[in-house]
């Protein structure tokens, strides 16, 4: 290491000379000896020496301790006092510059050298300490926690700018303050008494690693902290520690995000009702509740909008959510107190009805909820219709997990979609068959309609008053490689639900079509045909536009086409299913309603219905002959069609009693295999012809020739 550069200023130019070649012969660089106070300021300045030997009486103005206070106040060098006077008034000036050193004249070598070195020493490790506190104080000032620091009575004595910030105290205001009344601290859960630092860290020697606590501030709003604390170890001759640091963090917002993230766990963001977590949990413990008492019934529903495609897709996103929004609060409404509505996504809601005892008070629930959706819904300053179908399930003792509950509900939910606008269905064990059937046959039936797999056949209906046939009914097949010959009754509902029967249904009208052609160029009769018209069918918006491109494309005239909607189809929505008939009824198309009797018909609203025919169900026409009820019904819907001008079919008329019972009653229409079951396109019309069922016109030479060719 290179000697310190040394300057000494001194007035008696011989000494000066001998403390220069004294400390020369030390090895020390002398950079400069001056005699006056001035010239030593300023030449301290331009030489920047390590260390000044500075005498104090200076023949000038300006006396030695004068100048080291001027060169204190512009540079950090360390000086020491060399003189011969050591009176009390001097010594107690000097002080005043804290000098390095003092050392009287006349001094020996190893005084001088003991003295610079101790000077040089103290002068660098200050200056180190000086750092490194410069550091220290940097960087607990710009951290992000607050930090505070405590002497080994637990009394702060430093705390950075976040610490008084958090405590809303300022460090000027700490002098003396103990810990225990800067931060006063509440438990975080039971809000009693909070940690006790001092005792906890300072006493026991405890480190503390993020434990929460409510921080009181001086106003008395609370604050929730998260708290690190660490004592100070001593020197290590004592054991004790010598104070603690104390580290606090606001926590508020990361509480905040907590919250956030549970609620997200279980709740849905849109709506704030339960997810579909929150919701199998307590489905979950409604099983277990109902399986320790048998009276805790209750039930699940699953609800699903009818018109939110369209409200989303036509309205946009911000309409389906305003939507949502509303819908959920129009069924909360009607829910008690113990009952959960859940938003599963999209336009599924699940709810759970506790303590209903019976299916009749469930169904109770059901029809209020579904009120609540016969006032319009204004969203986006437009008024519009929404229905929503609902699937229903029980609590049963066969129930184990919520999961099951909530599948069956689904299940039930899409049989009442099936079912058209506005339905609701309680599940049965029949439908979970049908689920499981769904998925198998699905598949399979889109191969039969791709490789054209379905088949029509073709029911006469006789005019009863002349025996003649009036028309037909054209009722579909499935011969099925996989599962054999499967009756329309259980693959219907399946195209149904998958959605295939909008093109099955497209299907048997274009081949319909193709086939009424064909008797007509084979045999020269026109036969019109009835064709069965399913929900989702009718419920297309385009059905009457669809119908009449088919027809057109085939050139066939719509007289020749009837179709035949069910009785409950037609009575879910009185206003759309007037709506449509009068669109078919316009286009020349006749109506029937099918399977009369075994709905809920409103006569007032039949009234309105722009139909020709009512077809009395089969299952009244089987025991007419004996069971009184039966006869009673087919006696008044007869009654109930003379009233409105309408027609009366009925449909499976098997023995002669039932056709003569039925006839004298005043049926116009009779089906059924007495006359004739369903038959092939081919064998129809010379069964007829041989049946003296219909009259061939006379020109026509019953010739061979090949069957339509069956379109896709
Ligand atoms: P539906 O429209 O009431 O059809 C009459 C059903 O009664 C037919 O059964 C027919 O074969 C049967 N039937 C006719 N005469 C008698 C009889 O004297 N005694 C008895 N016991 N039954 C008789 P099928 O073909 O099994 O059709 C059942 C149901 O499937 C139909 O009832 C209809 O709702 C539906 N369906 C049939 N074909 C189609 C179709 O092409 N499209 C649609 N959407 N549904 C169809
Ligand atoms: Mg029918
Ligand atoms: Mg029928």
Known sequence: MPKAKIMVVEDEVLVCKDIASRLRQMEYEVVCTVGKGADAISMALEACPDLIMMDIHLRDEIDGIEAAETIHRRMDVPIIFCTAYSNDETLQRAKITAPYGYILKPFDNRELEINIEIALYKHRTERMLLETEGRLNTTISNISEGVIGTDRSGRVAVMNPVAEMLTRTSSAEIRGMSIRQLLELRDFESRGHGIDLKSTVLREGKSLRDVRQHLISRDGSELPVEINAKPIPGDGRQEESIGMVVCLRDISQQLGYETQIRRNAFYDALTSLPNRTLFLDRVGNAIFRSRQ????????????????????????????????????????????????????????????????????????????????????????????????????????????????????????????????????????????????????????????????????????????????????????????????????????????????????????????????????????????????????????????????????????????????????????????????????????????????????????YLKRFPISTLKIDRSFVKEITRDRNDQAIASSIIALAQALDLNVLAEGVETQEQHRYLLGMGCDFIQGYYFSGALDSDGLVPALQSKGLLDLPENVLPIDSTPPRQVG
């Open 293 to 604: 008492r048998d009276e805790d019934r209750f039930a699940v529903l699953f609800l699903d909008l009818d018109q939110f495609r369209t409200v989303n897709e036509g309205l946009g996103h911000g309409a389906g959510d305003h939507l949502i929004i509303e819908v959920s609060r129009r069924i909360s409404y009607v829910l008690g107190q113990a009952d959960t509505l859940s938003r599963f996504g999209g336009d599924i809601f699940g709810v759970l009805l506790e303590n209903r005892a019976s299916l009749q008070e469930v169904m109770e629930t059901v029809e209020e909820i579904k009120s609540q959706f016969n006032g319009s819904f204004e969203i986006n300053n437009r008024i519009i219709d929404v229905s929503c179908c609902i699937g229903i399930v029980i609590s049963h003792e066969h129930y184990h997990s919520p999961e099951d509950m909530v599948r069956d509900a689904d299940t039930a939910m899409h049989r009442a979609k099936a079912e058209g606008k506005g339905s609701h269905t309680v599940f049965d064990q029949d439908m979970y068959t049908r689920a499981l059937r769904y998925i198998e046959w699905r598949d399979e039936m889109q191969r039969a309609l791709e490789e054209e797999k379905f088949e029509l056949q073709f029911q006469p209906i006789i005019n009863a008053e002349i025996g003649k046939v009036s028309s037909v009914e054209a009722l579909v097949r499935w011969q099925s490689e996989k599962y054999g010959a499967v009756p329309p009754t259980e693959f219907i509902p399946v195209a149904e639900e998958s959605g295939l029967i909008l093109a099955l249904g497209r299907w048997i009208i274009e081949n319909v079509c193709q086939h009424i052609n064909h008797w007509k160029k084979r045999y020269g009769v026109e036969l019109k045909v009835g064709v069965n018209l399913s929900a989702a069918q009718f419920d297309q918006d385009n059905l009457a536009l669809e119908i009449r491109q088919i027809l057109r494309a085939a050139g066939v005239p719509p007289r020749m086409l009837g179709v035949e909607i069910t009785e409950s189809v037609a009575m879910r929505n009185i206003e759309f299913s007037v709506d449509t008939m009068s669109q078919l009824k316009e286009l020349g198309i006749s109506i029937s309603i099918d399977d009369f009797g075994t709905g809920y018909s409103s006569l007032a």
